[in-house]
């Protein structure tokens, strides 16, 4: 691999450059053949601690990451934020001192409020990863997307990519946008129109406010989860009316190019977003974006753990540990 990361944290894809991203996904590559082997453990985090500080329920994310870092040997804290003193009234500025004390390598963030990782990462000597703030972003899972895509398409360039379903409250669509315009990609949204952010046709994404039209010749249709944890107010008629005219079933997925991917961040809701046939069918890439998160993440933790202070054991061939 040529070239390096040289970015103390990952707080997002804004900010990062082609050429660090695929940094990023060649260093995935290596760890996804380990995640294959009949023992999935390699010596390269030994003696590193990372601390995962989840103030949002996960478990897609927050299990990847504690598998990614057991994987690596590191030592890893998950916080039970529900049953941390934040919930008596400790701030964020007192969690970040009372963490630092606990001397971490890396912290694996996710919170509801935009920016909180950043903060945190301001105040602290540790590395911060942001596994998802707020509305803003999620770049570990648009780099899982970006892996998934190069593995089966071949390339992440010029393709055309439609990204469908709740854009106005997804730090998904905002992180794959950013990142595969890095590559040259095509990014369409399509969505109804009360679930489209104000001014997102600034962004460079072509926006569509129908389905057909959106997935017309798409190499890759990316289908987003219905957030109903945010839809209180009004900005569906019902969720039947949504699965009728934007859901994706076998008929509107003809539109997109015959040797086109489907793929979604989970949890699915089946039959409103993404019709059962089409999640499971062959088109389907939903449990290979599970799989590649794994390593994505290893590969993160790893370049912040380990390759930038030298400590890391050559991630080209990394060693079994048996």
């Given at each position: 691999?040529?070239?390096?990361f040289?970015?103390?944290?990952?707080?997002?894809?804004?900010?990062l450059?082609?050429?660090?991203?695929?940094?990023?996904?060649?260093?995935?590559?290596?760890?996804?053949?380990?995640?294959?082997?009949?023992?999935?453990?390699?010596?390269?985090?030994?003696?590193k601690?990372?601390?995962?500080?989840?103030?949002?329920?996960?478990?897609?994310?927050r299990?990847?990451?504690?598998?990614?870092g057991?994987?690596?040997s590191?030592?890893?804290?998950?916080?039970?934020?529900?049953?941390?003193?934040?919930?008596?009234?400790?701030?964020?500025?007192?969690?970040c001192?009372?963490?630092?004390?606990?001397?971490?390598?890396?912290?694996?963030?996710?919170?509801?409020?935009?920016?909180?990782?950043?903060?945190?990462?301001?105040?602290?000597?540790?590395?911060?990863?942001?596994?998802?703030?707020?509305?803003?972003?999620h770049?570990?899972?648009?780099?899982?997307?970006?892996?998934?895509?190069?593995?089966?398409?071949?390339?992440?360039?010029?393709?055309?990519?439609?990204i469908?379903?709740?854009?106005?409250?997804?730090?998904v669509?905002?992180?794959?946008?950013?990142?595969?315009?890095?590559?040259g990609?095509?990014?369409?949204?399509?969505?109804?129109?009360?679930?489209?952010?104000?001014?997102?046709?600034?962004?460079?994404?072509?926006?569509?406010?129908?389905l057909?039209?959106?997935?017309?010749?798409?190499?890759?249709?990316?289908?987003?989860?219905?957030?109903?944890?945010r839809?209180?107010?009004?900005?569906?008629?019902?969720?039947?009316?949504y699965?009728?005219?934007f859901g994706?079933?076998?008929?509107?997925?003809?539109?997109?190019?015959?040797?086109?991917?489907?793929?979604?961040?989970?949890?699915m809701?089946?039959?409103?977003?993404?019709?059962?046939?089409?999640?499971?069918?062959?088109?389907?890439?939903?449990?290979d974006?599970?799989?590649?998160?794994?390593?994505?993440?290893?590969?993160?933790?790893?370049?912040?753990?380990?390759?930038?202070?030298?400590?890391?054991?050559?991630?080209?061939?990394?060693?079994?540990?048996?």
């Amino acid at each position: 691999m040529s070239g390096g990361f040289h970015h103390r944290h990952l707080l997002g894809v804004e900010g990062l450059t082609a050429t660090d991203v695929l940094h990023l996904l060649d260093t995935a590559e290596a760890f996804f053949a380990v995640s294959r082997r009949p023992v999935r453990k390699v010596p390269t985090l030994r003696g590193k601690t990372v601390i995962n500080l989840f103030y949002e329920a996960s478990t897609r994310t927050r299990t990847s990451f504690e598998l990614a870092g057991k994987r690596l040997s590191a030592d890893v804290v998950n916080m039970s934020v529900a049953a941390s003193s934040v919930k008596k009234g400790e701030t964020l500025y007192d969690t970040c001192k009372t963490l630092e004390a606990m001397q971490p390598d890396v912290v694996v963030m996710r919170h509801g409020a935009s920016g909180a990782p950043h903060f945190i990462a301001s105040r602290l000597r540790c590395a911060v990863i942001n596994a998802g703030d707020g509305m803003h972003e999620h770049p570990t899972q648009a780099l899982l997307d970006a892996f998934t895509i190069r593995r089966a398409k071949g390339r992440l360039d010029g393709l055309t990519v439609a990204i469908c379903g709740d854009v106005a409250h997804s730090r998904v669509a905002r992180s794959d946008a950013l990142l595969l315009r890095l590559f040259g990609c095509t990014v369409r949204v399509v969505a109804p129109r009360t679930l489209l952010p104000d001014g997102i046709e600034s962004t460079g994404v072509e926006v569509y406010d129908r389905l057909e039209p959106a997935l017309d010749g798409a190499d890759v249709v990316m289908v987003l989860r219905i957030q109903r944890e945010r839809l209180e107010g009004a900005l569906l008629p019902s969720l039947r009316e949504y699965a009728r005219t934007f859901g994706l079933g076998p008929r509107q997925l003809a539109w997109a190019k015959p040797d086109a991917i489907v793929m979604h961040p989970g949890p699915m809701n089946r039959g409103v977003e993404i019709d059962t046939t089409v999640a499971d069918g062959p088109k389907s890439v939903v449990l290979d974006q599970v799989e590649a998160g794994v390593a994505v993440r290893m590969a993160a933790l790893y370049l912040l753990a380990g390759e930038r202070r030298g400590e890391g054991d050559g991630v080209h061939e990394p060693a079994s540990e048996g």
